[in-house]
């Protein structure tokens, strides 16, 4: 049956008439993108594995008349070792990756980032998360930026390791943003493998705004850091990597462990990355040191290095082992931090553990193991120890 639409509508004074058309072209199209939406929802669940949520949000960007397309990109990347459930995770963040060339788009990348020495597993899982790589191009993007990463380190594996941290690095422009930062620490006297190693550590610090970065700069040099030495490096690669409002958020948290302001920025010119610990590990460790071990809070601005230790590793375990060697005796006098928690393993153990007879060390070897056992659970609250 053909319908016909013919409608004048007022407009001001002259009326409009709007031009008839045929209402089955009309039902034509809508069922055949309904039918198309439909396919595509269908193929995103059964081939991709999505859920039925998100393929539908997935299918907004792309849709299929025939499973040829997306049966050639799902194939390659099962190929080059990507799992069904990273498959799942990269087309449910961009879908439209299954509308790519194999041939001209995907593969000449994947062999770009093998030939650097980028695993096919470790890029599956690079790409599983940062899958808007695979939109940048090869020869304008991507070979660029790696080439900048490779002329600033003089090495292919830092530049590897500096863009497997921060893959984010390949979307930033070098000349508006990257090189005015570098330029910066060398005017201010930086030697360049400092600038490197800050940047290995700290690969965020490569997207700070060039206005900020030099603020930073100047903020540091006025806390009286020396740019020849390492620390001046850290300190401002940690401030570039924080925001303003964590920087007061952490500074809160040290003073309600009873530090001053003094006492804050002394430890941070010690230790800069004390301000890059999180502020429940910052919390953790200050806790178990005041009031489980009962060190005064202002014993710890000499020893800051302890804020970014592992609490299960070290500061708990060995706590606790100390603890229990002072309550059987064994212990008569008060250690200091750094005694106790800056040495090694090994030398721990020797001065704690294996310096007594055969029978009592492997006693007291089997309690130590049992605190390193507690602490690795991590149900502990550390204010109950």
């Keep these: 049956m053909f319908c016909i639409l013919s409608k004048t509508i007022l407009h001001g004074r002259r009326p409009i008439k709007i031009q008839a058309f045929g209402c089955h072209n009309l039902l034509l199209s809508f069922s055949t993108t309904s039918n198309q939406q439909s396919f595509t929802v269908s193929y995103l669940m059964k081939t991709c594995g999505l859920s ?37 995770t990269i087309v449910a963040k961009r879908s439209r990756v299954l509308s790519s060339n194999v041939e001209k788009t995907l593969l000449p990348k994947i062999k770009f980032f093998n030939s650097i020495g980028i695993s096919s597993s470790d890029l599956a899982k690079l790409l599983t998360k940062h899958p808007h790589i695979l939109w940048f191009s090869l020869e304008k993007k991507i ?49 360049g493998h400092y600038i490197v190693k800050g940047f290995r550590w700290f690969p965020r610090t490569l997207t700070t705004a060039p206005v900020v970065f030099k603020e930073n700069v100047e903020k540091v040099k006025k806390m009286g ?11 401002v690669f940690v401030l570039s990597s924080i925001s303003k409002s964590t920087w007061e958020r952490k500074f809160d948290v ?88 800056r040495c090694s393993e090994k030398l721990f153990l020797k001065r704690f553990v294996y310096c007594y007879e055969e029978g009592k060390a492997s006693e007291l070897l089997k309690l130590y193991n049992a605190k390193l056992e507690l602490a690795a659970g991590g149900k502990l609250k550390m204010n109950r120890l």
């Excluded at 070979?143 to 530049?159: E, G, K, R, T, W």
């Excluded at 390791?161 to 201010?188: E, H, M, T």
Aim: charged residues 20%; hydrophobic residues 45%; contains cysteine.
């Design 52 to 88: 039925p949520e998100s393929a539908l949000s997935a299918s907004k960007y792309v849709n299929f008349e025939t499973p040829n397309q997306p049966d050639s990109v799902v194939a390659f990347l099962k190929n080059h070792g990507f799992s069904k459930p990273q498959i799942a």
């Design 254 to 341: 040290y003073k309600k462990f009873g530090w001053s302001e003094k006492e804050i920025l002394e430890a941070f010119k010690r230790y800069p990355q004390i301000m890059a610990a999180s502020e429940d590990k910052i919390k953790a460790v200050m806790d178990f040191l005041v009031n489980a071990m009962g060190f005064k809070a202002s014993l710890v601005v000499k020893t800051p290095f302890l804020l970014c230790s592992s609490t299960e590793k070290r500061i708990v375990p060995r706590g606790l082992f100390i603890k229990d060697l002072m309550s059987m005796g064994l212990l008569e006098k008060e250690l200091g931090l750094s005694m106790l928690f």
């Design 225 to 235: 850091l020396n740019p020849v030495k390492f620390n001046f490096v850290v300190a």
């Design 143 to 191: 070979i660029p930026s790696f080439s900048f990463l490779n002329n600033l380190f003089q090495s292919d594996n830092d530049a590897l390791v500096v863009l497997i941290l921060w893959p984010r690095f390949l979307s930033y422009d070098f000349d508006s943003s990257i090189s005015p930062i570098i330029n910066v620490l060398r005017q201010n006297g930086v030697p």
